[in-house]
């Protein structure tokens, strides 16, 4: 048994003094690349109402409401179940109101918690 072993032993002996090589999520929450399309954020102070966003969103995931008839205030709910992430929201919009942050942790039990309301 010791004859099978002992080509291997350098090696053990160098990997239990090595960092390990696999990351260790969920302990530690590796780092996202830049560009990485998580959860689309809103910017409520941005919107300009023009529904530009609602009309490109593929998955009908964005829905714009105006919340003051004398102030030109919008808020926006996004229906995180159906987005796909395509960022197309973030390149349509002509203010910048979206961004995509670098969220990827973003499963629930129940699909209504992904219903999310800007204001
Ligand atoms: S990322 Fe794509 S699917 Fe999600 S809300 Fe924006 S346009 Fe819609
Ligand atoms: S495209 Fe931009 S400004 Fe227009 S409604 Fe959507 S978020 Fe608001």
Redesign the pocket.
């Known amino acids: 048994m010791s004859l099978r072993i002992a080509p291997f032993l350098p090696e053990l002996l160098r990997s239990l003094f090595k960092k390990p090589v696999t990351v260790r999520y969920p302990f530690e929450k590796t780092p996202v690349p830049a560009g990485f399309r998580g959860n689309v954020v809103?910017d409520p102070a941005k919107?300009?109402?023009?529904?530009?966003?609602?009309g490109d969103c593929p998955a009908e995931a964005i829905e714009?409401i105006r919340v003051s008839e004398t102030e030109k205030k919008?808020k926006?709910i996004l229906h995180n179940d159906r987005c796909i992430h395509c960022a197309q929201c973030v390149d349509?919009?002509?203010?910048k109101?979206?961004r995509m942050d670098g969220e990827f942790e973003i499963a629930v039990l129940n699909r209504r918690q992904l219903k999310i309301e800007y204001k």
Do not use: A, K, W
């Open positions: 809103f919107c300009i109402g023009c529904n530009i966003c609602v714009i919008f926006m349509s919009c002509p203010t109101t979206y």
